[in-house]
């Protein structure tokens, strides 16, 4: 119903103004944040946090092999190096940043030149069908997820409204095609832990 009335708010506002790109952009963020369960100055911090973690990775030349996720100050790092010297760079770059709260290291150390193309077009294959599927159903905040996949070992991260949405969206991810294994760092909305 939020979704429906910001939609209707952010038309009239289109077709009542002359500062459209403005509005546009402002009813579609104002939307969005609304539908998390996440607060305006987390948002911020999480994106800030990720940035700073992905610039970092940039000039240690390991930003093309790391992919960073950011959930309240939970940092998730995933993917594949050749070395145990970069995962371990690559999480003591995630410590350093401020506002880190927890460091997740899901990097797996592999022979390099090991995944192709067609396991990364798999990869995105499985992360879009989730994303799509969690998109269909009214029970499920699917914008509280953040949905990875390395390897076809499904990662997620984010918050979960309670326990019968969460066990939908793990058995929605177990059942995917291809899936090897789901891991999940997801959080309760209520949780003493967020």
């Known amino acids: 119903m939020r979704l429906v009335t910001s939609f209707l708010l952010a038309f009239l506002l289109i077709t009542q103004s002359g500062c459209v790109?403005?509005?546009v952009g402002t009813a579609v963020t104002?939307?969005?944040?609304?539908?998390?369960?996440k607060s305006l100055g987390n948002i911020i911090d999480d994106t800030t946090i990720m940035i700073k973690i992905?610039?970092?990775?940039?000039?240690?030349?390991?930003?093309m092999s790391i992919r960073v996720k950011v959930s309240e100050g939970r940092v998730l790092l995933i993917?594949?190096?050749d070395t145990p010297d970069k995962q371990i760079i690559a999480e003591k770059i995630a410590w350093k940043q401020e506002g880190v709260k927890e460091v997740i290291n899901e990097i797996?150390?592999?022979?390099?030149?090991?995944?192709?193309?067609i396991d990364t077009t798999i990869d995105g294959m499985i992360t879009a069908s989730i994303k799509t599927r969690l998109l269909g159903k009214h029970n499920i905040k699917s914008i509280n997820y953040s949905i990875n996949t390395i390897d076809r070992v499904v990662y997620?991260?984010?918050?979960?409204?309670?326990?019968a949405e969460l066990r939908s969206v793990l058995s929605i991810a177990r059942k995917t095609k291809g899936?090897?294994?789901?891991i999940s760092y997801v959080r309760y909305r209520h949780s003493k832990l967020r």
Do not use: E
Request: hydrophobic letters at 45%.
């Open 108 to 117: 797996r150390v592999t022979p390099i030149n090991t995944t192709s193309m």
């Open 79 to 81: 993917g594949n190096v």
């Open 54 to 63: 992905n610039k970092s990775l940039l000039k240690h030349k390991l930003f």
């Open 179 to 182: 899936v090897k294994q789901v």
């Open 30 to 37: 104002a939307t969005a944040i609304a539908m998390k369960d």
């Open 21 to 23: 790109p403005w509005i």
């Open 156 to 163: 997620l991260i984010g918050v979960a409204q309670n326990r």
